[in-house]
């Protein structure tokens, strides 16, 4: 089994499952569902025997669609893609791009897997898997999603980096609504293998990705910042948004509001770095002169000429 790799040659950490540890998990799956579903149904016999034959029936069908296809949505919802046979084998289901499932894609799955698993026994799924180049099912075609190995002998743990903290919440204002999967993917794992490239290669590849996604949010590059520093904060800023969609709002405002501050030296958008930043552009508060003699006059010192960049270059 191979890594994944992007179109920047970047190495993808997660490796896809395949059919058999993806077949041990759904059988474990099933085999938990249809054991509760036959409890249920004996209760339900019990509880509606003085019912006639069509409510009876119904009651059934109800049952059957709660148990075999709503719990399995809510349980992969809930757990992020990680279901009772997934964690036992070691796996998950996650994004194109590598992060969190979300209740879309759960049902998404949940409604092909009747199709799949269910309504054929497994053979369309396995037909798909085995045809797919990264073992993927029509469900997690259709849903944009992939089941990945969590647990993979000797494979180091890659973690994502943090942003600098003069930058974290910066961004919360920008749009990333037109961001594709495929450059999440791309910018994730230049993150978590920066460390492992060629200074000059990292600082090129920083640079085109940092160009791509101010191109995609439709925002002029923050001016000072450097173009890894810049992805790593989107980035954070992003899984703050996803976990606020997860979990429910409550997310604190960045250091310097929802978009930066617009004064002297900053923007509307990206905003200056704060003191401590790379590039503190905000001019000293001079205290006020003293009440004594006069000094010499002193020649005005003309403003320098700001520097203008029309984007991410990597250092010479």
Avoid at 194 to 209: E, I, N, R, Y
Avoid at 234 to 257: L, N, T
Wanted: aromatic letters at 4%; charged letters at 15%.
């Amino acid at each position: 089994m191979s890594d994944l790799v992007t179109g920047d040659a970047v190495v993808l950490g997660l490796r896809p499952a395949r059919l058999p540890s993806r077949a041990l998990a759904i059988f474990l799956d099933l085999l938990v569902y249809l054991t509760g579903y036959l409890i249920i149904s004996i209760g339900l016999t019990v509880a509606t025997a003085s019912l006639d034959v069509a409510a009876q029936a119904a009651v059934s069908v109800a049952s059957f669609v709660l148990v075999l296809v709503g719990v399995p949505i809510a349980v992969e919802t809930l757990s992020h893609g990680r279901s009772l046979g997934k964690l036992a084998c070691g796996l998950r289901v996650v994004r194109d791009d590598g992060g969190p499932i979300r209740f879309r894609h759960a049902l998404v799955r949940g409604a092909m897997g009747v199709v799949e698993l269910l309504g054929t026994f497994g053979a369309v799924a396995c037909i798909a898997s085995l045809v797919s180049a990264r073992g993927r099912r029509l469900g997690d075609v259709f849903a944009g999603a992939l089941v990945v190995r969590e647990r993979v002998a000797g494979a180091p743990v890659m973690p994502m980096p943090p942003p600098p903290p003069w930058l974290a919440g910066r961004f919360s204002g920008l749009d990333l609504s037109a961001v594709p999967d495929g450059l999440w993917l791309a910018i994730r794992q230049y993150l978590t293998r920066m460390s492992q490239l060629d200074p000059q290669v990292g600082a090129a590849m920083a640079a085109k990705l940092a160009d791509d996604l101010v191109a995609r949010t439709g925002t002029p590059p923050p001016v000072g910042v450097p173009a890894a520093a810049f992805l790593m904060a989107v980035v954070h800023e992003r899984q703050v948004r996803d976990a606020a969609r997860a979990f429910g709002p409550g997310r604190p405002a960045g250091p310097a509001g929802p978009a930066g501050p617009a004064g002297p030296g900053g923007s509307a958008g990206f905003g200056a770095p704060v003191p401590g930043g790379l590039v503190p552009v905000a001019p000293v508060p001079v205290a006020p002169a003293m009440p004594v003699a006069p000094a010499a006059p002193v020649a005005p010192v003309a403003p320098a000429e700001p520097v203008r960049r029309t984007g991410f270059a990597p250092p010479a």
